[in-house]
């Protein structure tokens, strides 16, 4: 079946930039996704982008897509406190309306 | 986007009891999710529920277990029934959007089963 792969956790020193990465196997997919999960709370879609693009910025994110190694990344650029979370990469595709996801990159930011 | 409100938020049971979850969207959807995240864990999926019709169940999960209502478009409830400690998590609600590409969540019911 799909598979979705992230590295579980990610640490980074407060201002500088985080990159977050994940791969996934099915080449069927259609849309890509970017969640974010904050201690004791639901998921937030943060962003996602269509598999016939190469990257989407929003702000201070950015998704890049790499569809030849179905490869999707998230960057926050100027990563602060508050973005110390849990970040889940999805795929939709192929006919199939759920989403497969990844086991989410906790995300750490330090002083 | 829609706005999904969850009930209750959380809850300890005792074994052997059931709790039904209430989920809430503030607009008309299609198609609701429940989904299961188990501690250190990512998303599985329970089933897909939609109105007017029976719910789908995914492998490893069966209706007597986790039944599910789904009156109308805007709401719907997950029973977690005859509870075991293996049943602590947290369960999820998720809508898909106006468009096939946006999927939104819940704040999560935290369940834990003494």
């Known amino acids: 079946g799909e598979d979705v792969e992230q590295s579980l956790f990610l640490s980074v020193r407060e201002g500088d930039s985080s990159v977050i990465n994940c791969t996934y196997t099915?080449?069927?997919?259609?849309?890509l996704y970017w969640y974010k999960q904050e201690p004791g709370a639901g998921l937030q879609l943060l962003t996602y982008i269509f598999s016939n693009m190469d990257m989407k910025q929003d702000q201070r994110l950015t998704v890049l897509l790499n569809k030849k190694d179905k490869h999707l990344s998230l960057r926050i650029a100027d990563t602060q406190t508050g973005d110390s979370a849990i970040y889940f990469c999805?795929?939709?595709?192929?006919?199939?309306?759920?989403?497969?996801f990844g086991r989410g990159t906790s995300l750490i930011v330090h002083p | 986007s829609a706005v999904i409100s969850q009930k209750p938020s959380r809850d300890i049971c005792q074994r052997g009891t059931s709790l039904t979850i209430q989920c809430q969207v503030d607009s008309q959807v299609t198609m609701m999710f429940w989904y299961r995240q188990q501690p250190g864990q990512s998303l599985t999926l329970i089933a897909t529920a939609n109105q007017g019709s029976e719910a789908t169940y995914e492998s490893g999960f069966v209706i007597d277990k986790f039944p599910i209502s789904r009156p109308n478009l805007t709401f719907s409830t997950l029973t977690v029934s005859n509870m075991s400690p293996e049943d602590s998590s947290i369960y999820l609600c998720?809508?898909?959007?106006?468009?096939?590409?946006?999927?939104?969540f819940g704040p999560g019911t935290r369940l834990t089963v003494t």
């Open positions: 999805a795929e939709k595709g192929g006919g199939s309306y759920i989403p497969t």
């Open positions: 099915d080449s069927s997919s259609t849309y």
């Open positions: 998720s809508v898909e959007g106006q468009t096939t590409y946006e999927q939104y």
